[in-house]
């Protein structure tokens, strides 16, 4: 069974190239998904501990320090959905 499959996704002369192509470019996306996520994550934990951190050095500045990073974490978030754009794009382009 198993030699039937390794048959049938064994790639031959021409084909060889369209599979390397498509196997580097799920490559990069996988990679780019995996990356956009990673920086996301850090970048709102990162904003997330500063706004807890300056909530509990001033307390009665609470509404202020936690209104502006808000607009930090949109940005990053605006731009994590462009890396995932591209990384799909690198996957759905053949």
Known sequence: MIHSMLAFFQATGA??????RNTNALLGAG??????ILGLGLGMGR?????AEGV???????????SRPFIFAILLEGTTIIG???????????
Do not use: H, M, N, Y
């Open 84 to 94: 995932l754009v591209f990384a799909l794009l690198f996957k759905l382009i053949k």
């Open 15 to 20: 084909d060889a190239a369209t599979v390397a």
């Open 56 to 66: 509990a050095r001033q307390p009665e500045a609470a509404a202020e320090i936690a």
């Open 47 to 51: 904003i997330g501990g500063a706004v």
């Open 31 to 36: 990679i780019g998904i995996g990356l956009s």
